[in-house]
């Protein structure tokens, strides 16, 4: 990333797409875990959960990459804590004022985002080394790589769990919902298979 | 002194947006509390306005009530909401009760008749049951079965006609738990609540 | 001189023993209990056998091709798993269910482990659970046995149990009932001498192969005999569940002034006999609990580990949620397997080797 | 003197192979085939090996010291024939694969014939003492001739660090096929007994068990009327043991005898107890009453598919391929062929490779009984049925063992003691599934040392 | 009585019935990136009773009486998670210092812990779960450190096992320790409704 | 400039904040300021003087790669945290790349960090199998049924009649943790591109074929054979076998033959004209290029394979 030759759009790009896919937090660097399973039984709360991630990812790396060059190493894990907190309360007050519902059924979950390894990582591996504008598109690519795996994963198991997605039924009448889908064993084995079928899709890339 | 200065010159960020953070977090904190405390009202009120058809409006009653939950062990405290119909005259009350369910707490709003004498049901509020079993508290059928019972110490059979209306719930199969722990709600709880209300002098006193 | 000669490692000759021929003994031990599920649930228990364990096998056929490995079909072990699946099923389950209960135990509970001997888990218990906990409606509608009248059968709206309290043929299980008695206290109203027979013969409703105490001995006596297990997981899963299952109903004092050895009692708690012949409690001791790869090695360990299975069951069925605790006891114990096998590590015939 | 038939000495664990001794159970030793080439092995006991006496054209005697070691654990080897020196080259060898030996030219082609030699039974060992016994044990060059092949002299020696009380005389014979110990039991009970006293008198053991399993009732007779018949026969207890393999092993003979068990990765003299081989203790008579040093050795030849299965009294150095054929043509095809008998024997390859003085028997087996044994290609999934922990005499966990040196996880392997196996086999021979436990844990052993040897650096 | 008999069951409930590996989903990271082997386990374990028992406790007691009271409820999380991380660096620094063996032994796993969700999480639901006093604030903490502990020793007990089984290419590692993980759950599910 | 943004942006929320929130809201707002304000000055005093006085000396090189890893404490690694991973990196150097978050910059500053302690004293040492001699090319005594390892095959007599040569169950191949060294024809080859020479390899060998030789030039000549056999025993057994005849050493005394076998002085070696011609009149054509780039070995004359023919004919 910090290879100042190639050109800025083509960084940009690569920022993205690493997110997305290359690097995706779940899939690829199996962070943020228990968010992943616990809030995949649907997907009206897995996509509210994501963009919260993606808000306080957005913000703490906007921060944090402004004062990167004031950080003093034993106070910066703090600092990025702090920050990291704050939005976090925010974006839990923006959710129980506007989406009392899904602020319910994400219950602790959300100020569980702090203790999110995604947005720490991404602002100690990112947002401290680079300027803004990386910064931003690391956060929006990652962000939006979360939201995309936990809308995946919820997507699977709402329809199994429920044969609704969306809360709108899609599987045929005589459909008998799978309720384990929805359950801990339900989370557990769908993300253990799909990141069996990752490793699989990604074998030559070693 | 030079340690002081040090001591600036390591954590002078650390402090200052610590102190930013702090009135960020306020200020968006109090920009929202009235939406939040809004929003938890108009849901009991939706869900309350379902059992009690006629009401129009709901009046949160300034007296506390307080019950004691757990076995004596806690006390709690219980806002009421008085139920106004047509006219401004009180068609029932509602308020929210808990209780331990099958994994988590279960918690419920329930309805009575002005009178405090039969039960005008259930909506659960929140419960964390398991899908398929102890979520059927949430279903219609066994909900009905306390709409228009009296309030008072319920029963749960196992067997039984669910359409008859009377002080015997049949419990939903497989999920004894969650239907019991409904009915110990019910027989819990709302007795307290009748109990405090009625020594505040809230509803008549008519037996 | 000598053309083809081959080397190897000693030893140079050996029993003559196969995996196959101990899964054959297992499938052996189990036809008494396919018979009698046959006997009282007819056709309806011969299609879901049989479902079973094509299902199985082909799941375990298709796992094996998508690995490119060579088929394992041919060790038998996903038949004898499909026919205790089987044996653990409604008998009204619909065919979709039993399949995809197959597919889960075969694919989850087995092969993404590795396959048969890699396996933490039992997976036919594995399989039965998920359809437990997934399909909970399906999985606790009874049928009558067909010896008994069918006239009996039927089912109240919402799933919600009804039935005539002067008769005992009903829908639900001996276990269901008890665990209504332990939580009502109804327990005088719903047992009878011929509930109790009921459980011995199998003419009661329940699980297909579960049913039968007699034909589940039958079939584990001959596994015992053929030395294809050994009796030290079946006996120290009934010795525990009956003492865990007699505690209880013993100190119920308010049952019991004096203390009483009728087989049949009515109370809070049910009789530690009729635990040991309701549910699956015997299928479990003799056929599940002793599968070789879920539990532990040594002799010590498998003693822990039937004495927990034992204790699990009651718990779960005493004092838990569910009617029926062996399949999760099970589970459970399956995953402490390993720590059991840890704790009770053999030590060397000569003592553990002195450190110079 | 005492005799005990009807103990029912036995070990925990162990199975029952069938025992395919009528094939050569009959058969008295007869002499082997005739000699042109003799190679000697320098390396035929386990310590340091020799180095050549003799160079390349030397005319060497018969019964001539042709390689000798410094080391005290060490044996010398000697020359069965007379001739010239070949060549000091590469031979097979079982374990080491490619070893030094003297290829001797003998001067007369003739067939080994045993000495006629009988002890009486008032031999008396009083006229030898302790250090003549043992000198003239290490000067013949004898070993353990039970297949191990540990220098005796070493073994009977006292050591004052480890007091020896009780000497086992190992005439179980438990591996299927051999019969080369009854044979002997049988045709050479004086010469055993006389060697007995000797090594009893050299080791100064205070109590003799002579150990004999119960499926050879006429050895068990035999040996039992030679003792009673001998004078200073007391203290010489004859039992007989179970039939069980691995009867014969050195550990469980001890357990099964003394209900004692020799610690984990310890020696036999550590609680006191010295094991001979019913062969040796012939040798060692030979070797001291006839100053003859140890140059044959009866080998078992067996196997459905030989022609004469039979005991042979062959010269050290003969090549197996050469006996094999002097006991008639291979009837069938065959799969196999052991040096040893075929639980513990060494498959071997190279049929040029000569017979050492450990080399008890050679097996040949069928097509058709490896079928049955159809290691590593046929092998399934361990099933964990626990029967290789049942049969396992140490007590070990082999299954265990074999998984995690499978895996590589070699520490894991140590922790379930794996150096305290003594490959007896059993478990392979139990498994249904058809895993090479012993194999894996026979590997797992060698990189273990491997990785041992490597530390330090 | 009463009140022990509470606690015994609030204990048992939190270790097995609500198991917070389990049925809440916290602590997945540590479960799975530290269940290799079981002594790492064991350590990591130890090390999360500790950890979770003192967070737990002073997390309540700022809850209840300083933040409730001041009504500044709005700050719970930012305190929290410094309190936490404060505590464990604090510790993990002293026991360092002070005391070289125990810090080999479970010390190492201490700032691992700052980041588990499990601590934080467990925080947040003595809050939601309305914990009546400190006691049970304490034994609840303590009871989820247990219920980790016995979670994560299975599974190490479990994967040390699976490191000899073949297990497809693809699967090894996390996602097969996931399924494995949901087994569990699976089985854990027996003990629902067991303590209400 | 940054400065000056952060000014401007925090005037901005601050007028956001004191807009929002008139009357009474200021004294509740400020609290929470003054709260933070404390909490945040009280840790960080706190932790300074902790990190002040509770200060433990660690190796220097620990501190750098813990200095070098992101500091999450996170676990992917499998370990308790930077500290511990830190620690272990620094005494196995095969851990490397087991930072999930740190990603190709941490391991680039990880290795830069433990290369410092590697002395760069020669040319590159890499390993060279001394054997060329394919499956078809050796003879066997009998097939050998088992367990697929070269350790388990060389405990066994010898099914391959040479006792030198590679077995070709690939035990390097296994050990090889670069995906440089495969079975090809039953002969372990190097892939040299891929190759760090870490010496795996040579340690996993059971029959110490792979020796590591400092790579003076790109290709090194070998002599890949390691049997000392005599020249009649090892042409019974591979076609392509030294039998220590000689030739070699009477061209350059680069070439030294001792037991049987010749061995070429690697320390020594420079390519010339006479290392050519020994390599061209070798008779088994046993002397070969290794390396990078190295031309496909000489395939041997028919002579010694004839004699190995009518050898194995008998």
Known sequence: ?206 | ?207 | ?356 | ?457 | MDTVNALILAFISIVIVNNLVFTKFLGICPYLGVSGRIDMAFGMGMAVTFVVTLSGTLTYMINNWILMRLGLDVARYVCFILVIAGAVQLVEMYIRKFFPSLYESFGIFLPLITTNCAILGLCLFLDLWGVGSLLEAVVLSFGAGVGFTMAICIMAGIRENLKMADVPECLKGAPITLITAGLLALAFMGFAGMIR | ?314
Not at chain 1, 26 to 49: H, S
Not at chain 4, 37 to 55: K, N, T
């Open chain 6, 1 to 314: 400039m940054i400065v000056s943004y952060c000014v401007s942006r925090i005037a901005y929320l601050l007028f956001f904040v004191a807009s929002a929130a008139p009357g009474e809201g200021v004294g509740k707002i400020l609290l929470a300021g003054a709260m933070m304000l404390g909490l945040g000055t009280g840790f960080a005093v706190v932790l300074l003087i902790a990190s002040k006085k509770l200060k433990v000396e660690v190796d220097p090189k620990i501190e750098q790669i813990h200095a070098a890893l992101p500091n999450l404490d996170c676990g992917a690694c499998g370990f308790a945290g930077c500290g511990s991973y830190a620690k272990a990196v620094l005494d196995d150097p095969e851990l490397l790349g087991k930072c999930a978050p740190g990603g190709s910059e941490v391991l680039d500053a990880i290795a830069s960090i433990l290369n410092l302690q590697v002395s760069d004293s020669g040319p590159a040492k890499r390993p060279i199998v001394h054997c060329r001699s394919r499956r078809d090319q050796r003879t066997f005594h009998a097939e050998y049924y088992g367990i697929p390892s070269c350790t388990a095959a060389n405990a066994l007599a010898n099914a391959q009649a040479c006792k030198f040569g590679c077995l070709g169950f690939g035990d390097c191949t296994r050990a090889c943790k670069f995906d440089a060294l495969h079975v090809v024809e039953g002969l372990a080859t190097v892939d040299y591109d891929k190759c760090t020479g870490c010496t795996a390899c040579s340690k996993a060998c059971p029959r110490g074929l792979i020796e590591m030789v400092p790579f003076g030039q790109e290709n090194m000549m070998t002599v890949a054979c390691n049997s000392i056999e005599t020249g009649k025993a090892a042409r019974s057994m591979c076609k392509v076998g030294c039998i220590g005849c000689g030739v070699c050493a009477k061209q350059t005394d680069q070439f030294i033959v001792e037991d049987n076998l010749a061995r070429l002085d690697y320390t020594r070696y420079e390519p010339s004209e006479a290392a050519e011609k020994a390599m061209q009149k070798c008779p088994t054509g046993v002397i070969v290029y290794r390396g990078p780039t190295a031309p496909e070995p000489r395939q041997p004359k028919e002579k010694p394979a004839a004699v190995a023919e009518a050898k194995k004919g008998d």
């Open chain 2, 1 to 207: 002194m030079d340690k002081v200065r040090h001591f600036v010159e390591q954590s002078w960020l650390l402090i200052v947006s610590a102190f930013f953070f702090g009135l960020l977090l306020a200020g968006t904190d109090y920009a929202l509390a009235p939406t939040i405390r809004q929003n938890r009202i108009d849901k009991l009120n939706r869900l309350a306005k379902g059992l009690l058809a006629e009401a129009e409006h709901f009046i949160e009653v300034e007296e506390k009530i307080e019950i004691e939950s757990g076995k004596g062990k806690s006390k709690e405290e219980i806002t009421i909401y008085k139920a106004v119909g047509e006219g401004e005259q009180c068609v029932g009350w509602s308020f929210s009760v808990g209780g331990p369910g099958f994994q988590g707490t279960i918690y419920l709003v329930v309805g009575v008749d002005a009178g405090f004498e039969k039960l005008a049901g259930y909506r659960v509020l929140s419960s964390t049951e398991t899908p398929g079993f102890g979520d059927k508290i949430k279903y219609d059928y066994f909900r009905e079965q306390f709409e228009g019972a009296p309030v008072g110490e319920l029963k749960l059979v196992s067997t039984g006609k669910p359409e008859k209306i009377d002080s015997e719930i049949v419990a939903i199969s497989g999920a004894t738990i969650s239907s019991e722990a409904v009915v110990a709600i019910m027989n819990d709880s709302v007795l307290q609540v009748k109990e405090r209300m009625r020594k505040k002098g809230l509803i008549d006193n008519g037996r």
């Open chain 3, 1 to 356: 001189m000598l053309k083809d000669i081959t080397v190897s490692f000693s030893p140079h000759i050996s029993k003559p023993l196969s995996t196959r021929s101990v899964m054959v003994d297992v499938i052996i031990g189990l036809a008494p209990a396919m018979a009698a599920a046959g006997y009282y649930f007819r056709m309806r228990a011969l299609i879901l056998i049989a479902t079973c364990v094509i299902a199985c096998a082909a799941t375990e056929w298709v796992c094996n091709l998508i690995r490119k490995k060579p088929c394992s079909l041919g060790d038998f072990s996903a038949v004898v798993t499909g026919i205790i699946l089987a044996l653990s099923l409604p008998p009204r389950l619909p065919i979709w269910t039993a399949v995809v209960g197959s597919v889960f135990c075969i694919a989850i509970g087995k092969m993404v482990f590795g396959g048969l001997g890699a396996n933490i888990f039992n997976p036919a218990m594995v399989g039965r659970t998920f359809l437990a906990v997934s399909f909970g409606a399906l999985m606790t509608t009874w049928t009558v046995p067909a010896t008994l009248d069918a006239n009996m059968s039927k089912v109240a709206p919402e799933n919600i149990l009804v039935s005539d309290r002067s008769e005992f043929r009903t829908q639900a299980t001996p276990l269901a009932w008890s665990k209504m008695a332990i939580k009502n206290k109804l327990g005088a109203d719903t047992y009878s001498e011929a509930n109790f027979r009921g459980t011995i013969t199998g003419e009661v409703g329940g699980c297909l192969g579960e049913t039968s105490a007699i034909a589940l001995l039958i079939g584990g006596i001959y596994l015992l005999i053929r030395r294809t297990i050994n009796f030290h997981i079946p006996l120290a899963v009934l010795i525990s569940a009956f003492i865990f299952g007699a505690i209880p109903y013993a100190l119920d004092s308010e049952i019991h002034t004096e203390p009483t050895f009728a087989i049949l009692d009515s109370g809070r708690y049910v009789q530690p006999f009729f635990h040991l012949t309701s549910g699956g409690l015997l299928l479990c001791a003799f056929f599940i609990a002793t599968d070789p790869v879920t539990a532990p090695l040594t002799r010590r360990g498998m003693w822990i580990f039937g004495i927990g299975v034992g204790f699990l069951t009651m718990l779960i069925r005493i004092v838990g949620g569910y009617p029926e605790g062996v399949m999760f006891s099970i589970l459970l114990m399956n995953g402490v397997t390993p720590l059991i096998d840890r704790l009770c590590k053999r030590i060397p015939a000569g003592g553990k080797p002195v450190v110079s």
């Open chain 1, 1 to 206: 990333m910090a290879d100042k030759a190639r050109g800025s759009s083509d960084l940009y790009k690569e920022t993205l797409l690493a997110g997305l896919w290359r690097e995706n937090p779940v899939f690829r660097l199996l962070l943020g875990m228990c968010p992943t399973l616990a809030v995949t039984a649907a997907v009206k709360p897995a996509l509210t959960m994501g963009c919260c991630v993606i808000f306080v990812l957005l913000c703490s790396n906007i921060i944090v990459s402004l004062m990167r060059n004031l950080l003093k190493p034993h106070l910066r894990i703090l600092m990025f804590t702090l920050t990291i907190a704050t939005f976090v309360t925010i974006a839990d007050l923006f959710l129980r004022a506007y989406f009392p519902d899904m602020s319910e059924t994400l219950g602790p979950y959300v100020p569980l985002i702090i203790v999110n390894c995604i947005i720490i990582c991404r602002a100690e591996a990112c947002a401290s080394k680079n300027g803004l504008a990386v910064s931003i598109i690391d956060a929006v690519g990652m962000g939006v790589g979360f939201t995309g795996t936990l809308c995946v994963l919820a997507g699977v198991r709402e329809v199994l769990a429920t044969g609704m997605i969306f809360e709108v039924p899609v599987m045929p009448g005589a459909f008998v919902p799978w309720a384990a889908m929805g359950m801990p064993v339900g989370a557990f084995i769908t993300l253990g298979l799909m990141l069996g079928l990752v490793n699989l899709t990604s074998k030559g890339r070693a």
């Open chain 4, 1 to 457: 003197m005492e005799v005990r038939v009807k103990g029912r000495f036995s070990f925990r664990g162990g199975v029952h192979p069938p025992e395919k001794k009528g094939l050569s159970c009959e058969s008295s030793i007869q002499a082997g085939p005739a000699v042109k080439e003799v190679a000697i092995l320098l390396s035929q006991h386990i310590g340091a090996a020799c180095r050549p006496l003799v160079e390349k054209g030397a005319e060497v005697q018969a019964g001539q010291k042709i390689g000798d070691c410094d080391a005290f654990v060490s044996a010398p080897v000697h020359s069965p024939v007379a001739g010239k020196v070949k060549e000091v080259g590469l031979r097979s060898h079982a374990v080491l694969g490619r070893s030094p030996a003297v290829v001797i030219q003998a001067e007369v082609e003739a067939q080994p014939t045993r000495p006629s030699w009988e002890v009486n039974g008032d031999f008396d060992e009083g006229k030898y003492s302790s250090e003549q016994i043992c000198e003239a044990v290490r000067e013949a060059g004898i070993v353990g001739m039970g297949g191990a092949g540990f220098p005796t002299r070493v073994k009977i020696e006292p050591n004052p660090r480890m007091p020896k009380e009780t000497m086992i005389i190992n005439g179980c014979e438990c591996e299927p096929y051999i019969t080369c110990d009854y044979r002997m039991m049988l045709e050479r009970t004086g010469q055993i007994v006389a060697g007995v006293k000797l090594a009893r008198r050299a080791s100064g053991c205070s109590r003799v068990i002579i150990a004999i399993e119960d499926n050879k009732p006429a050895a068990i007779e035999a040996m039992s009327a030679a003792v009673r018949a001998s004078a200073k026969g007391d203290n010489i207890e004859v039992v007989a043991v179970k039939t069980k393999y691995p009867q014969g092993g050195e550990r469980q003979l001890i357990e099964a005898v003394l209900k004692k068990n020799v610690p984990t990765g310890g020696i036999p003299p550590m609680i006191g107890v010295l094991v001979l081989n019913v062969a040796t203790t012939a040798a060692i008579a030979d070797a001291v009453v006839n100053k003859r040093p140890l140059t044959h050795r009866v080998v078992t030849v067996s196997g459905e598919v030989i022609a004469r299965p039979g005991n042979y009294y062959v010269a050290i150095g003969t090549a197996v391929g050469d006996l094999m054929e002097f006991c008639g043509p291979v009837t069938q095809k065959s799969a196999k062929v052991v040096l040893g008998g075929p639980m513990m024997g060494l498959a071997i390859a190279d049929l040029q490779m000569p017979i050492t003085k450990a080399s008890g028997a050679i097996t040949v087996l069928t097509k058709g009984q490896i079928g049955r044994a159809k290691f590593a290609r046929r092998q399934t999934a361990c099933i964990r049925c626990g029967r290789c922990l049942e049969v396992c005499p140490e007590n070990l966990n082999p299954t265990r063992i074999a998984h995690a040196v499978k895996s590589n996880l070699l520490d894991l392997a140590e922790s379930y003691y794996i150096n305290a196996c003594t490959e007896c086999g059993c478990c392979s021979y139990v498994c249904p599934a058809n895993i090479e436990v012993t194999g894996y844990i026979k590997t797992g052993k060698i990189f273990l040392a491997r990785q041992k040897k490597k530390m330090p650096q």
